[in-house]
């Protein structure tokens, strides 16, 4: 497990943590190098692992020819499925049991001659030296009997189905005839949209060390999701959960990527049980597109009807995306639009197609990210037929309750986001005719989009520990990312107990930990903070009960609720000089410290939390409509001979309710719009349409934005706390990713009269 300990004491001199820019805790760690990340970890007499990928999409392995590749020298073994020990196969995907979706792919491959897609493993080279198993790796010949494959999404999304949705991810919906109240509308728009196959590209490619202690497993795994991967691996090896031990201190991004268990994190784990060695395996970037699925394309048709003032009659969005025919994870590619705008006539629906390619996965805000592309330019349209300004629009169609069963917002700023971010970016200055701002040669244009995530909440188990001498130790198997996610949690503690924050340490990415859901969904900061909260009311309480042991104490005879947390220790409230500090209540006691917690360590516990998050959703679901929001504006520069495009100025304000840590929550957003700049200008995962084949696997051809290709980003947050999550918080982990792409589309549109609905914009869109 990680410590961390915060070393700023800007919070003690100001009386609070909580909404202070304070530095990330594992600062110091990364920036000299001494963070150790899963590929790091030093073992004696390790050995390496390189996989072999499969060149067809469907069929069936005839021939394996490894004799090259185990004579060559340093080679110790090469595993196909001719060779490999019997795994049990992934578990049949339950929604009640959510461990169970720890791998989007259903086959046990290296346990089957089948190839299911064009990169799947089918075998692993083990050797001395990583140059040695990666070398061997290509000396291996293998031989197919090929079967028909279907890999072409632009020519299968004809044969889509209706997808099928879930309490948690509704796939349709229906209010009224929109498709009637779409044909009497004065006014409409009725628009396709396409968004291609998007990977990840965390800078650190996917890594595992794994070594065996007779059945007893220790992995360090680049994941986002340490008890998931626990579980899965105890059920894949058959071994009870608590004899795996998954470490992740450190992971260099995943947006993701890293939330389940792929083939390389099996196989290596797989690959030292048969060679008896600790084994490493670090895929290549080329590996990581190989075995690591990546947002679904889609094809998308929005369409709206008006009135002549612009209320809207009609919203109609409908998407095709596709999974695997072995898996995949489906995205929720019209949720946004279930919740934006108060249309009288709604329809709704999402559609799959299954195709021979890598299971797809989640991928940071999935299906809002392009959901949002395609309604908030169709919008943007929409206003300019109407010659309304775009956020007027917005404004007019602004609902008061969801639109679509009409529950209650859990809070809704939107009005406000927009407000901020026309002031602070000048909106009124833009010209509303379509080309008529120029900066010398290049054409300005100016948009807007909403943005829109869902906030949920998970459930954790954390533990507090209050030593005598005034440090607390907050335990719980949390992920950090790279978004200060153990920086916030110390800060809260240290607010709920009344410490310094430099007495705050937070030990977490580590599966002896009490249990923590994965970093996903935006969903860490609430869940954690909500569990941490918990234990420290359950731990002042704890420490109270000492005091009122004591004949001494000057807190004898309160209650908790009377009583207020500061300056190390316990105070009344009306009488702030009348109070004892913990040191002093535990030293009077005997005790060298106290420890309290929420939640179970357990499997059992696991389940449980799982069963509290279900009840505690479907409760939520009934009553409200909980999300972040907030308003992207846009500014870019067109060259009208060459088609280039450069994003010259951006604003986000947005609505995330309460901000534990101004800095960290600023980096989130900025990071998430950044990857909004590359889904719309220049991010593609090109896939052969023969072959299944991905023609850019590496950082040379799948392009992702330079520093030369961002503007400076400003970030403003309306900082309004939620009334139904802990502190108020809400997520802004992917948020910031909504609504960017159409923000660029719609200011192009300004800057150039042309409206791209296929993503990305490239050049030759614009000539």
């Given amino acids: 497990m990680t410590q961390t300990r915060a070393r700023d004491a800007r919070s003690e001199a100001t009386g609070g943590a909580v909404g202070k820019p304070v530095d990330r805790l594992d600062g ?14 030093p073992y004696p007499n390790l050995a390496y692992a390189a996989l072999v990928y499969a060149t067809i999409s469907r069929g069936r392995i005839t021939q394996l020819d490894t004799s090259a590749a185990q004579a060559h020298p340093g080679v110790l073994t090469v595993i196909t499925h001719q ?60 031989t197919y009997e090929q079967m028909p494959a279907l890999v072409d999404f632009d020519a299968a999304k004809d044969t889509a189905v209706p997808q099928k949705g879930n309490a948690f991810l509704p796939a349709s919906g229906r209010k009224g005839d929109a498709q009637a109240a779409l044909l009497a509308a004065p006014m409409s728009v009725d628009m396709t949209f396409s968004t291609p196959t998007h990977h990840h590209n965390a800078i650190e490619p996917h890594a595992t060390t794994a070594a065996w202690d007779g059945d007893r497993l220790t992995v360090h795994d680049a994941t986002q999701n340490i008890d998931w991967t626990r579980t899965h691996l105890a059920l894949r090896f058959g071994i009870p959960a608590p004899d795996v031990r998954v470490i992740s201190l450190f992971v260099g991004g995943a947006f993701g990527g890293k939330a389940a268990v792929w083939p390389n994190t099996v196989l290596t784990v797989l690959a030292a049980r048969v060679t008896g060695r600790p084994v490493r395996m670090m895929l290549t970037r080329e590996g990581v597109y190989r075995i690591v699925g990546g947002r679904s394309a889609t094809a998308q048709r929005v369409a709206l009807g008006a009135t002549t003032d612009g209320s809207l009659t009609s919203l109609i969005h409908t998407s095709v995306a596709r999974i695997g025919r072995i898996g995949g994870m489906p995205d929720q590619v019209t949720y946004q639009s279930r919740h934006l705008y108060a249309a009288q006539n709604m329809l709704l629906q999402q559609n799959l197609v299954e195709l021979d390619l890598i299971p797809n996965t989640f991928m940071r805000a999935p299906g809002e990210a392009v959901g949002t592309f395609a309604v908030e330019s169709a919008v943007d349209e929409l206003a300019h037929r109407l010659a309304i300004d775009p956020i007027e629009l917005r404004m007019r169609n602004e609902p008061d309750t969801d639109p679509l069963d009409g529950k209650a917002f859990s809070h809704r700023r939107l009005r406000q986001a927009y407000e901020v971010g026309a002031q602070r970016f000048g909106w009124g200055r833009r010209n509303p005719e379509p080309g008529s701002m120029r900066d010398g040669k290049w054409l300005v244009g100016m948009g807007v989009a909403t943005a829109y995530h869902p906030a949920n909440q998970l459930s954790a188990s954390v533990t507090v520990r209050l030593s005598a001498d005034g440090t607390v130790l907050v335990r719980c198997g949390l992920h950090e990312m790279g978004m200060g996610a153990a920086t916030v949690q110390a800060q809260i503690a240290a607010d709920a107990l009344g410490v310094p924050l430099d007495a705050v340490r937070v030990d977490y990415g580590d599966s002896t930990l009490p249990v923590a859901p994965q970093a996903a969904a935006s969903t860490q900061t609430a869940t954690i903070a909500a569990s941490l909260l918990a234990a420290c009311d359950k731990l002042k309480a704890a420490v109270l009960s000492l005091a009122h042991h004591s004949p001494d104490s000057s807190l004898r005879r309160h209650r908790l609720a009377d009583l207020q947390a500061r300056d190390g220790g316990l105070y009344r409230t009306d009488q702030p000089a009348i109070g004892e500090t913990y040191a002093q209540i535990l030293t009077r006691a005997g005790r060298a410290d106290i420890e309290a917690g929420f939640g179970s360590d357990t499997r059992f516990g696991a389940m449980a ?66 990857m909004g700049i590359g889904m719309a200008l220049a991010e593609e995962t090109l896939i052969d349409p023969n072959t299944g084949r991905i023609m850019n696997a590496n950082l040379a051809d799948y392009h992702v934005p330079a520093h030369a290709d961002i503007p400076a980003i400003d970030i403003h947050c309306l900082g309004d706390p939620d009334p139904t999550t802990p502190l108020g918080v809400l997520g802004a982990g992917e948020v910031g990713i909504t609504g960017a792409a159409a923000a660029i589309a719609n200011a192009i549109h300004h800057a150039t009269g042309k409206r791209v609905t296929d993503l990305p914009i490239t050049l030759d869109k614009l000539l």
């Fill in 28 to 41: 110091t760690a990364k920036t000299t190098g001494a963070a150790r990340y899963s590929a790091e970890y």
């Fill in 83 to 142: 060779n490999a020990p019997a795994m049990k196969p992934p578990p049949k995907p339950s929604t009640m049991d959510l461990s169970t979706r720890a791998s989007p792919i259903n086959v046990n491959y290296l346990n089957t001659d089948e190839v299911h897609w064009n990169g799947q493993p089918v075998a692993v080279v083990v050797a001395d030296t990583l140059e040695a198993a990666r070398h061997a790796a290509d000396l291996v010949r293998v």
């Fill in 609 to 674: 939390g799982q069963m509290r998050f279900f009840a505690r959703y479907i409760r939520d679901s009934r009553r409200w409509v909980r999300a972040a929001s907030g308003a992207q504006f846009c500014e870019v520069r067109v060259d009208p001979d060459t088609g280039e495009v450069r994003v010259s100025r951006w604003l986000g304000v947005f609505d995330i309710g309460t901000v534990i840590n101004p800095k960290t929550a600023s980096s989130q957003l900025r990071g998430a719009i950044v």
